[in-house]
């Protein structure tokens, strides 16, 4: 896959650059709550293709925002983990979400939810947001 750019010599654009693609701060969001498996990503991920799955990380890693290591036994796994500077979208992600949660409205009967989602900001009315309940 060849990696596309914006071209511009712009902050917004290079920030792009690096995340601006499907699924790219998704990943990003399940990673904020720290080291997971493929197949815990891919799980929590739902619609999203193993093969497009495999690129974005793929590409994160190339970006910088993320590192793969392999746990020692017993573990013995794989997981992926984001760096510093992938940590830092961690309020640029708040602000997406805060700025979403207006135009989230009722969950519709396709809508997948986790309980780990955050859409930003506290419960509303003491009921957590699109009705999530915790997992």
């Known amino acids: ?3 596309r750019s914006y071209d511009q010599y712009c902050a917004i654009a290079r ?3 690096a995340v601006g693609e499907r699924w790219s701060l998704l990943i990003v969001r399940e990673l904020l709550g ?5 197949t815990d990503l891919h799980a929590d991920l739902p619609g999203v ?5 495999a690129a974005r990380l793929k ?3 190339a970006e910088g925002l993320v590192v793969r290591r392999r746990l020692e036994r017993p573990a013995n796994a794989t997981v992926y ?3 510093e500077r992938g940590a830092a979208l961690h309020p640029v992600l708040t ?9 989230l ?6 809508d997948a939810v986790r309980g780990h989602w955050v859409t930003g900001g506290a419960p509303i009315d003491g009921v957590s947001p699109a009705g999530a309940a915790p997992s």
């Not at 602000?95 to 135009?103: E, Q, V």
């Not at 409205?105 to 396709?110: D, I, L, S």
């Open 15 to 17: 920030a792009l650059d």
């Open 81 to 83: 983990e984001l760096t």
């Open 59 to 61: 590409q994160l890693e």
């Open 105 to 110: 409205g009722e969950q519709r009967p396709t």
């Open 1 to 3: 896959m060849s990696r």
């Open 95 to 103: 602000a997406l979400g805060d700025w979403g949660l207006p135009a």
């Open 34 to 38: 720290g080291p997971r498996r493929y």
């Open 49 to 53: 293709s193993t093969d497009i799955l």
